[in-house]
């Protein structure tokens, strides 16, 4: 079975950054795409962005372009988002995912998924 586990969320006011981080606990050497979606109280979850297994290909919401950056270490399964220029509206759980396909914007390619982070901007 695949953990993932994601850190670094809190408390930040508006204009400020945060970094969240990402951890996969997988069988065999797999590499695996990676996600971001976030889902804020009475909303769906969103896409945030993704990355390709090889790191080559990233995609952003536009809500979140210019601001939000995605990375991650060459052959492993460990990302992060690296969050600038926080919006109240940026306020939700994050959740970290991983997908043996694509690094689609949709949540049905992903496999495996994370416990999710509480971020909060206030104003």
């Known amino acids: 079975q695949v953990q993932l586990v994601e850190s670094g969320g809190g408390l930040v006011q508006a204009g400020e950054s945060l970094r969240l981080s990402c951890a996969a606990s997988?069988?065999?050497?797999?590499?695996?795409?990676m996600g971001w979606f976030r889902q804020a109280p009475g909303k769906e979850r969103e896409f945030v962005t993704s990355i390709s297994s090889s790191g080559t290909n990233t995609y952003y919401a536009d809500s979140v372009k210019g601001r939000f950056t995605i990375s991650r270490e060459n052959g492993k399964n460990t990302v992060y988002l690296q969050m600038n220029s926080l919006k109240p509206e940026d306020t939700a759980v994050y959740y970290c995912?991983?997908?043996?396909?694509?690094?689609?914007?949709?949540?049905?390619?992903?496999?495996?998924w994370g416990q999710g982070t509480q971020v909060t901007v206030s104003s």
């Open positions: 997988a069988r065999g050497l797999r590499i695996f795409a």
């Open positions: 995912a991983a997908s043996r396909i694509t690094p689609a914007q949709t949540m049905d390619p992903y496999d495996y």
